[in-house]
């Protein structure tokens, strides 16, 4: 099983980097036939508007949504939850806008703002999860199919709608692959 | 909560690789450099062709340019600040700016020390000609590194041969023992510390951009090759024929470095490029700025 990491711009060799320490093979995805024969795509973090614009460039956005609408589970990180948002506070137009969420880009503020700090995941159980937040975008709104999975400071930070999961912060900065294997677990059951 | 911390500055640098940093010098051209898909911009009042030109002292942009910036866009905004002046780097960390450059393109305010800047919440980038030079600042608290190259230039040999000389000393320090990475640390009068962890690693242990000549998408694809994680491009956008154009090349060059077909159609119908200068001729030399 191979998951496709999305290496248009951004942090994606960490990406990679966790997903063969959890024992799955990765393919880095630029253009439209890289995603042939991938079960999962990881969305990195980076710039959010230089990865949607690339999407759309390279006309990756069209068989990307296809296969996600197959069922292709996907993780998005940081930049990679604002490409998956159907709403972007302050701009007209989505990117690939399949997960019911409506997403603040830089919430926190710029990056003297940006932090880190202990968050409780239940569904990963103990210890809590050391989450890193980089100028990180946070959710405002969310539609019914979407369980939101972590808090921080009453806000939505990790959610998930079926086979799209997403969080605001960068697990694969702390190496803790729980959220990684979390994700695969997905990939699995949906082959 | 942690604010401010190694984690969160050398994270920032992490989620620019594999993008184009762009010099720019007013909220139009920010604008176009975002469009045109650039992961940050450095806010100037001159592009480092026209310091050289001008000649004098350089020095930190009026704040107002790098404000303007700022509300006119969405990505990381970098100022630059001279070598040492950390009233400067105050300055711009009140005006919340995302990160600062410490820069051999401005005037050095001191020849003897850069500015500690472990002591600022926000995170600082800096020049480097050589692996000893880079791990001096980032023992000074740089979370990322950049080629110095010679800028202002459009002509990438200095980019090239410093690149070339960090990838190369972190190849020669994985072949060396226990015993001799002391001496080593000692000729390259960097760290110890940060010797050994190189050593063992393979990497620097920030993100290392190249810097300081890119004008074309070939150069920002050369420097990717070479082993950087990403490309800064300082008059090589604002100077050329069509800024717009040749933007979008190098970042789509930058995405696309290791396959040739594209990067051919990348290359087509650009316009000028900016004008060079062979680094013979130049008066000022600024890589030989900081130490």
Redesign the interface.
Known sequence: MSIGILALQGAFREQSEAVLRCGFKTKEVRKPEDLEDIQGLIVPGGESTTIGKLLTDYKLCKPLIKKIKEGMPVFGICAGMVILAEEIAGQDKAWLGLMKIKVVRNAYGRQIESFETDIEIPALGKPPFHAVFIRAPQVEKIGKNVEVMAVFQGRPVMVRQDNLLATSFHPEITKDDRIHRFFLDMVKNFK | ?????W??KK??A??????VIMDVTSPEQAVIA??A????VMALERVPADIRAAGGVARMADPVVIEEVMDAV???VMAKVRIGHFVEAQIL?SL????IDESEVLTPADENYHIDKSKF???FVCGARNLGEALRRIGEGAAMIRTKGEPGTGNIVEAVRHMRLVMGEIRRLQNMSRDELMACAKEMAAPYELVCKVAETGQLPVVNFAAGGVATPADAALMMQLGADGVFVGSGIFKSENPERRAKAI??A???FN?PEMLAKISKNLGEAMPGLEIGTLEQRMQDRGW
Do not use: Q
């Open positions: 909560m942690e604010k401010g911390t984690t969160v994270g920032l992490e989620m620019l690789k594999g993008g975002e469009k898909g650039a992961c940050a969405t990505i990381p960390e919340g700016v995302d990160y919440k926000v995170p970042v789509d930058t995405t696309h396959d």
